[in-house]
């Protein structure tokens, strides 16, 4: 089965990714206010597997995964799904939402600065430009008139997060250096299931038994996560890189933190900080430098003789 699509509704596809991506840090947040940050990732993973492997049966893509494909499941699983994840539920027990957002995707960030130092990658004009502009929009987060450095839990809330953005860009890095048998939608199933596990036993160590005074709502936003925000969202991006050029794709994605800050304010009544908006422009502005310039130094690798 061909799952390309027209780049009109690729583009659509997109935006309904950045849109679930952003709407899930408020949702989150509102999900660890009933439930411990381990088991409510270990719960949306366990969703999200239960909805990946007929979605990947239906598509004629589930696998067992081969070898080779071993040590890229356990590095997707381990740093993104298990760290990144729980460090952000975690984070955001005691950070706003909106700061949250900002903070992990800063992630390209030490991405291009962790291939420069695992994978040798140059850092080019327009990479040391995004980097330094990328760090600017951090410096305003963490600026003592922003950031009360007296409050412990703002600290250690934005470490956290912070952190995670680290977990990410370590598996990013790492993902950048595997040599693919398999494609990465046929491995996400085996990801997620692992993080479950991982984080079920996790939890239940950390944690305790899981004790959930349910709800409706809550019972919503667990779903709306696992299933919108996870494993629909991977199968949308399978989706998306096979109709779209990277470089849309990447400067698309820009959108979510923006789309998170503004959803935070809408469902959980964050207010709208001047200089939230400074660093995310800052931060996002950095990306697309490094972005469109890498793709310009691509293109003209390529076309020299």
Not at 67 to 85: E, I, K, N, Q, W
Not at 108 to 116: F, T
Not at 123 to 149: E, Q, S
Not at 240 to 253: F, H, K, Q
Request: hydrophobic fraction near 55%; glycine fraction near 8%.
């Amino acid at each position: 089965m061909d799952p390309s699509l027209s780049p009109r509704s690729a583009i659509a596809l997109l935006a309904v990714i950045a849109l679930a991506w952003g709407t899930n840090y408020p949702v989150t947040k509102m999900i660890v206010h009933d439930i411990a940050p381990l088991w409510s990732t270990a719960l949306r993973c366990a969703i999200a597997a239960g909805v990946l492997a007929p979605l990947l049966w239906w598509q004629g893509d589930f696998i067992i995964p081969k070898r080779g494909d071993l040590p890229v499941v356990l590095s997707t699983s381990l740093l993104h799904m298990v760290a990144f994840s729980a460090l952000i539920a975690a984070g955001l027990q005691f950070v706003p939402a909106n700061r949250a957002i900002v903070l992990g995707y800063s992630t390209p960030i030490w991405v291009a600065i962790g291939a420069r130092i695992f994978l040798s990658e140059r850092i080019t004009r327009g990479r040391a430009l995004g980097i330094g502009t990328g760090l600017a929009g951090l410096a305003v987060i963490f600026n003592p008139a922003v950031l009360d450095w007296s409050n412990r839990s703002d600290l250690l809330g934005s470490g956290l997060i912070l952190l995670a953005a680290f977990c990410w860009a370590a598996n990013i890095v790492y993902v950048r250096s595997h040599r693919w048998i398999s494609t990465p939608f046929q491995l996400v199933f085996w990801q997620v299931l692992l993080a479950a596990g991982v984080l079920s036993t996790l939890a239940w160590l950390c944690e305790g038994t899981l004790h959930v005074s349910w709800s409706p709502s809550l019972a919503g936003l667990l779903l709306y996560s696992g299933i919108i925000c996870t494993a629909l969202a991977h199968w949308a991006m399978a989706v998306v890189n096979r109709s779209l050029p990277a470089v849309t794709t990447s400067l698309g994605l820009l959108a979510t933190p923006v789309l998170g800050i503004v959803s935070a304010a809408v469902v959980i009544h964050e207010p709208l900080v001047p200089s939230l908006f400074l660093a995310v422009a800052l931060i996002i502005g950095g990306i697309a430098i490094g972005t469109v310039g890498d793709a310009r130094g691509t293109r003209s690798a390529a076309a020299k003789p």
